[in-house]
């Protein structure tokens, strides 16, 4: 049972528009929520993280929005660059310290076209 | 953030055999995690390694087959034993503990082919 869901396997946009990457969860005990993106080769990098207690967080190019409610999350990147091309995963975990565990989705590949 | 050091990167191996596959942090850490990805689907969680103790196995996942040591702070090994194709994966290793914003932060991981 996938507790974390990216539904949009690939996506592909062009240099300089937005680029949104979306995120479902089922379980309502995860409180809070991190991106990381993949190249080829490469171990996941840490990109941007919300706590349950917020509905958005900003880092540069970078914003991710969570809806409670509706158990949703999503990542925007803005302006969106040919270097950002990569698997973008979405987890989730139900807490922090030391018992702490993330739950993965199977993430989305995005292409940036020049 | 710790830089973690992760050998072999990719290796081809025979059915039967086992694998070890090595972790060294740049600093020290009380949990590492190991992790599996088969093709197509998530990173799944396959034990947390804390130093002195022995690993916490998820469900589905257990000591006979993946054996973990944590010798020290900075060091581990996770072994696939009695491998089959079904084993075939990237495994990655990780250190850190979200919630502080830092999130985790993984190794390059090790692609493994059994044929």
């Known amino acids: 049972d996938q507790q974390v869901k990216q539904n949009s396997p690939s996506l592909s946009v062009q240099e300089g528009r937005i680029s949104i990457l979306n995120c479902d969860y089922t379980?309502?005990?995860?409180?809070?929520f991190l991106w990381y993106k993949k190249y080829p080769a490469e171990g996941p990098t840490f990109l941007i993280s919300i706590s349950s207690i917020k509905d958005k967080n900003e880092d540069g190019r970078f914003t991710v929005f969570l809806n409670k409610s509706a158990k949703h999350l999503s990542l925007h990147i803005v302006p969106s660059q040919p270097g950002d091309s990569a698997v973008y995963f979405c987890?989730?975990?139900?807490?922090?310290?030391?018992?702490?565990?993330?739950?993965f989705g199977k993430g989305t590949l995005l292409t940036v076209n020049p | 953030s710790a830089v973690i050091s992760q050998k072999p990167s990719r290796d081809i191996c025979q059915r039967g055999t086992s694998l070890t596959i090595q972790c060294q942090v740049d600093s020290q850490v009380t949990m590492m995690f190991w992790y599996r990805q088969q093709p197509g689907q998530s990173l799944t969680l396959i034990a947390t390694a804390n130093q002195g103790s022995e690993a916490t196995y998820e469900s589905g996942f257990v000591i006979d087959k993946f054996p973990i040591s944590r010798p020290n702070l900075t060091f581990s090994t996770l072994t696939v034993s009695n491998m089959s194709p079904e084993d075939s994966s990237i495994y990655l290793c990780?250190?850190?503990?979200?919630?502080?914003?830092?999130?985790?932060?993984f190794g390059s991981g090790t692609r493994l082919t059994v044929v």
């Open positions: 379980n309502s005990m995860f409180d809070y």
């Open positions: 987890a989730a975990s139900e807490g922090r310290g030391s018992n702490y565990k993330l739950t």
């Open positions: 990780s250190v850190g503990v979200a919630g502080t914003g830092q999130g985790y932060t």
